[in-house]
């Protein structure tokens, strides 16, 4: 395999290795949404997933679960779910590429082996960019809910909103890495699909005695 399909492969699970981990703490952290008063000047608070924070002055974070499912708005539903699967769908992408990479018991000469790594990679890359466009819905969605909620005209001024949180970028950095991770993967793959098609076939070809019932006194081989 040529070394430059090798780097693609490597610079694949190695981005989508950060990927996951960015997912994984967008879902976890619960600075989706930030809302500051002119009234406690002293206090911020955050909304996440799955608890609402509030941090004081001197750094002290008092969070409270939300108390069940059902009550919740309808896009932190979506955003959980969504986040879930795509947490899912990138380590199930990760367990894929890293089987499927040519510097894991590689096998030379084998072409079915070549194949199977192919399809591993395929898959993976496949799944990898699956889950960064799964990974962008609910982050894009819930910041175009918060812009409207912010310039809603008939909300008085005096009313506090909430505003984008450190989460939303991280969740967008996880989806661009996400989408470039499989990218490079699938490129991978169709790299190592051309290396294989130019690569020559040993075709052996055998002598047949003059004679019927004779055995072969030789053989030869020719390369297509």
Not at 60 to 88: N, S, T
Not at 126 to 147: C, D, E, K, Q, R
Not at 149 to 174: H, K, N
């Given at each position: 395999?040529?070394?430059?399909?090798?780097v693609?492969?490597?610079?694949?699970?190695?981005?989508?290795?950060?990927?996951?981990?960015?997912?994984?703490?967008?879902?976890?952290?619960?600075?989706?949404l930030?809302?500051?008063?002119?009234?406690?000047?002293?206090?911020?608070?955050?909304?996440?997933?799955?608890?609402?924070?509030?941090?004081q002055?001197?750094?002290?974070?008092?969070?409270?679960?939300?108390?069940?499912?059902?009550?919740?708005?309808?896009?932190?539903?979506?955003?959980?779910?969504?986040?879930?699967?795509?947490?899912a769908?990138?380590?199930?992408?990760?367990?894929?590429?890293?089987?499927?990479m040519?510097?894991i018991?590689?096998?030379?000469?084998?072409?079915?082996?070549?194949?199977?790594?192919?399809?591993?990679?395929?898959?993976?890359?496949?799944?990898?960019v699956?889950?960064?466009?799964?990974?962008?819905?609910?982050?894009?969605?819930?910041?175009?809910?918060?812009?409207?909620?912010?310039?809603?005209?008939?909300?008085?001024?005096?009313?506090?909103r909430?505003?984008f949180?450190?989460?939303?970028?991280?969740?967008?950095?996880?989806g661009?890495?996400?989408?470039?991770?499989?990218?490079?993967?699938?490129?991978?793959?169709?790299?190592s699909?051309?290396?294989?098609?130019n690569?020559?076939?040993?075709?052996?070809?055998?002598?047949?005695?003059?004679?019927?019932?004779?055995?072969?006194i030789?053989?030869?081989s020719?390369?297509?």
């Amino acid at each position: 395999m040529e070394p430059s399909t090798q780097v693609l492969e490597l610079l694949g699970l190695l981005l989508c290795g950060g990927a996951w981990l960015c997912s994984l703490a967008t879902t976890l952290m619960s600075c989706w949404l930030t809302l500051s008063t002119e009234l406690l000047a002293t206090e911020t608070y955050e909304l996440g997933l799955w608890q609402t924070c509030v941090v004081q002055e001197l750094g002290v974070l008092e969070c409270r679960p939300y108390d069940g499912l059902l009550g919740l708005p309808p896009d932190i539903q979506l955003a959980r779910i969504l986040m879930c699967v795509a947490l899912a769908a990138g380590l199930l992408a990760l367990l894929l590429a890293v089987p499927g990479m040519h510097a894991i018991n590689s096998c030379r000469g084998q072409l079915q082996d070549r194949r199977c790594k192919r399809a591993l990679k395929m898959a993976g890359g496949a799944l990898s960019v699956a889950a960064g466009i799964l990974g962008l819905v609910p982050v894009s969605y819930i910041a175009h809910l918060t812009v409207q909620r912010f310039f809603d005209e008939s909300v008085p001024d005096v009313v506090p909103r909430w505003e984008f949180g450190d989460a939303l970028f991280c969740g967008w950095a996880a989806g661009v890495l996400h989408l470039g991770a499989g990218t490079l993967l699938l490129t991978s793959c169709l790299c190592s699909q051309k290396e294989n098609c130019n690569t020559p076939v040993h075709v052996p070809l055998m002598r047949v005695g003059a004679q019927l019932g004779r055995s072969p006194i030789g053989t030869r081989s020719v390369y297509v």
